[in-house]
T-cell receptor, first 111, second 113 residues
Framework: EAQVTQNPRYLITVTGKKLTVTCSQN?????MSWYRQDPGLGLRQIYY???????DKGDVPEGYKVSRKEKRNFPLILESPSPNQTSLYFC??????????FGPGTRLTVL | GNSVTQMEGPVTLSEEAFLTINCTYT??????LFWYVQYPGEGLQLLLK?????DKGSNKGFEATYRKETTSFHLEKGSVQVSDSAVYFC????????????FGGGTRLMVKP
């Protein structure tokens, strides 16, 4: 089944404790991206990647890092999480027809 | 910069009522326009899209027409069902190298039996 998977789905952590949210797609898509969803703000793009080893900032990249060492994986890294990063995070990949496929989401709470 | 504005929710309707969710956008050039739907506990799914002016996107009884003169892409459905209860996001994408999606704030639709 073609899909985008994220782990973990839920995470509660404390300020300053580094964490990684994994994202994987099995559709051989070159383009992947991360979004955060906050009430009333819709989804805002954090980072995107056009291909392996090619990443770039989206609208709200501060406090986040990403890497793209393999085509299928695009982890999101929070080196020192803060409470304002409490949010719902979505990973997405895009096919050649420019249709985006979203993962199920990761709900992160930073205390 | 690009922006998308949607009507605030929640929108509460009875089953079989007519639905309109307004969406207007600000962008230079000719963006592609999308409606995504998010069911409870799930990620976003593409509902429909339109890539040029006067195009009509349609899917599952939903429709939206790309109106460049009014910079709008309103979502409509003639008869909603309880299963349509979800959050609906309007989005645009500029045809540039980044190809980022810019989303509206989302509109929650609740359909009562």
């Amino acid at each position: 089944e073609a899909q985008v998977t994220q782990n973990p789905r839920y995470l509660i952590t404390v300020t300053g404790k580094k964490l990684t949210v994994t994202c994987s797609q099995n559709m051989n898509h070159e383009y992947m991206s991360w979004y955060r969803q906050d009430p009333g703000l819709g989804l805002r793009q954090i980072y995107y990647s056009m291909n392996v080893e090619v990443t770039d900032k989206g609208d709200v990249p501060e406090g986040y890092k990403v890497s793209r060492k393999e085509k299928r994986n695009f982890p999101l890294i929070l080196e020192s999480p803060s409470p304002n990063q409490t949010s719902l995070y979505f990973c997405a990949s895009r096919d050649a027809g420019n249709t985006q496929y979203f993962g199920p989401g990761t709900r992160l709470t930073v205390l | 910069g690009n922006s998308v504005t949607q009507m605030e929710g929640p929108v509460t309707l009875s089953e079989e009522a007519f639905l309109t969710i307004n969406c207007t956008y600000t962008a230079t050039g000719y963006p592609s326009l999308f409606w995504y739907v998010q069911y409870p506990g799930e990620g976003l799914q593409l509902l429909l899209k339109a890539t040029k002016a006067d195009d009509k996107g349609s899917n599952k009884g939903f429709e939206a027409t790309y109106r460049k003169e009014t910079t709008s892409f309103h979502l409509e459905k003639g008869s909603v069902q309880v299963s349509d209860s979800a959050v609906y996001f309007c989005a645009l994408r500029k045809n540039n190298a980044g190809n980022m999606l810019t989303f509206g704030g989302g509109t929650r639709l609740m359909v009562k039996p």
